[in-house]
């Protein structure tokens, strides 16, 4: 799911060829303090897997509309493998996101940097930039639309490739809904401000996405998510991918795409998972 932004983040800048464009990619939501948190819940006494099911936001671009289970901390990881313009590929990971439920209705959100490797005539790699953020959900939990709003404040942490080298908010406003027992409809609205070049723009993007499951460990999703840039060309993808519930607590998932605009890579595939503790 891209990171100030994830579309922008995870699709426009890793597709880009020259060295400043390839610095946009790191403002997605590159996760730096996860990785703490999570060794923390494996390793500290009476720090135990949660037997609760969990709700990730991954793999898709659109988030979910409710928090982590109370009490809990939600570790999500993954990677991305993408193919771009004049033959481009783009590996990044971790992806790592630490979802750490304070309230019953309210998370914290910490991330650690991906580690991305660019490969073309020009070929770069390091680290991008970390973030921080909160997820406050708007409904109640019985509600007939889940209504979430996410706050994310990306850091600059990262290499000189690949950061931002400045503070950069993004909003996002994300709904979902249960259609029958087996479908489900969802996306979501995102507003933000990267810097690039030392120049602050707007960007704003949304996701519409479809869900089913298709067993009591299978699900699948399809789902449309585009980046409007301020100035520049919007990027489009159609993505799908599949979760499987490995145990009440563990998730894990594939997930591909493919660019429905010149500006978007020609296509990406990626995997990962999310544990609940």
């Known amino acids: 799911m891209i990171k100030p932004n994830e579309l922008l983040g995870r699709i426009n800048a890793r597709s880009r060829l020259s060295r400043e464009r390839v610095k946009n990619m790191v403002k997605n939501r590159t996760r730096n303090m996860r990785l703490t948190l999570g060794i923390f819940g494996l390793l500290v006494p009476g720090f135990a897997f949660a037997q609760t099911n969990l709700v990730t936001d991954r793999p898709g671009f659109t988030a979910s509309a409710v928090v982590?289970?109370?009490?809990?901390?939600?570790?999500?990881?993954?990677?991305?493998?993408?193919?771009?313009?004049?033959?481009?590929?783009?590996?990044?990971?971790?992806?790592?996101?630490?979802?750490?439920?304070?309230?019953?209705?309210?998370?914290?959100?910490?991330?650690?940097?991906?580690?991305?490797?660019?490969?073309?005539?020009?070929?770069?790699?390091?680290?991008?930039?970390?973030?921080?953020?909160?997820?406050?959900?708007?409904?109640?939990?019985?509600?007939?639309?889940?209504?979430?709003?996410?706050?994310?404040?990306?850091?600059?942490?990262?290499?000189?490739?690949?950061?931002?080298?400045?503070?950069?908010?993004?909003?996002i406003l994300t709904a979902g809904k249960d259609l029958t027992a087996s479908w489900s409809i969802g996306g979501q609205v995102m507003a933000a401000l990267p810097t690039a070049n030392n120049d602050r723009s707007f960007l704003w993007g949304g996701t519409l996405v479809l869900g089913t499951s298709l067993s009591e460990r299978w699900g699948a999703f399809a789902e449309v998510a585009a980046t409007l840039p301020e100035t520049g060309s919007a990027i489009?993808?159609?993505?799908?991918?599949?979760?499987?519930?490995?145990?009440?607590?563990?998730?894990?998932?594939?997930?591909?795409?493919?660019?429905?605009?010149?500006?978007?890579?020609?296509?990406?595939?990626?995997?990962?998972?999310?544990v609940l503790f």
């Open 236 to 274: 489009v993808v159609f993505h799908n991918g599949y979760t499987y519930l490995a145990r009440p607590n563990l998730q894990l998932d594939v997930h591909g795409g493919a660019g429905l605009s010149s500006s978007a890579p020609d296509f990406f595939i990626g995997g990962g998972f999310g």
């Open 68 to 171: 982590a289970a109370f009490g809990h901390v939600q570790l999500e990881s993954g990677f991305t493998w993408e193919h771009g313009e004049s033959k481009t590929k783009v590996l990044s990971g971790p992806e790592m996101l630490v979802r750490w439920a304070v309230a019953q209705r309210f998370e914290l959100r910490f991330g650690i940097p991906d580690h991305i490797d660019v490969r073309n005539s020009n070929s770069l790699s390091g680290f991008g930039d970390s973030s921080i953020g909160a997820k406050i959900q708007l409904s109640p939990t019985n509600a007939a639309w889940d209504l979430a709003s996410i706050v994310t404040l990306s850091l600059p942490t990262g290499d000189d490739e690949f950061s931002s080298d400045d503070f950069d908010p993004e909003l």
